[in-house]
């Protein structure tokens, strides 16, 4: 083969190749934001059906902050005798079953709102476990008036995680 021939061969598949080389690449790329749309299209739709079951979840946690904020449990609950001690094991029972009843809804909400949540529990049945303990407190209902006039003057955990699911509505809105 002489040297013209091959220019020759040479000028005809140098453009093909150069041609086919940014074909390729022009396919890959539409296929790649093609691919990316679907995903955003999917994460849109995802995103109808999840916000509801989200704002439900943070409404259902709102709801049990405020069954049991110490003012409406206390309020709620009424001693079915004067022993401070049973009256105690019913509040804490009746905050544990809004607990357990509410459980399902961490897989909505962000974990750190959660453990705020969690958190304002404890709290709550610390502040009765405290006023129970106290040796001036001798029946129920000098407890629930003890748990009252500690928190008269005081924001409650209950209004503290409250004002954080809020927080948290805000940002997913």
């Known amino acids: 083969m002489d040297t013209t021939k091959i220019i020759e061969l040479l000028s005809y598949t140098l453009p ?6 940014v074909a390729i690449f022009f396919f890959k790329q539409l296929s790649k934001n093609e691919s990316n749309r679907r995903n955003y299209n999917l994460l849109k739709e995802n995103q109808k059906t999840a916000l509801p079951l989200r704002l439900q979840a943070y409404e259902r946690m709102a709801l049990f902050l405020e069954r049991i904020s110490p003012n409406n449990l206390l309020v709620r609950v009424v001693p079915s005798s004067e ?29 750190d709102c959660w453990k705020t949540i969690s958190t304002a529990k404890n ?14 407190v001798k029946t129920a209902n000098a407890m629930r008036e003890a748990v009252l006039q500690k928190l008269l003057n005081e924001e ?16 997913i809105i």
């Open 16 to 21: 093909a190749i150069i041609t086919g080389l």
């Open 83 to 111: 022993d401070k001690t049973k009256y105690f094991k019913k509040l804490i029972a009746n905050v544990e079953q809004e607990y357990e009843h509410n459980l399902a809804q961490q897989i909505y909400i962000s974990s």
């Open 123 to 136: 709290s709550t049945l610390n502040i009765l476990k405290e006023t129970m303990l106290e040796g001036e």
């Open 156 to 171: 409650t955990p209950t209004q503290v995680a409250l004002e954080y699911v809020k927080m948290e509505v805000k940002k």
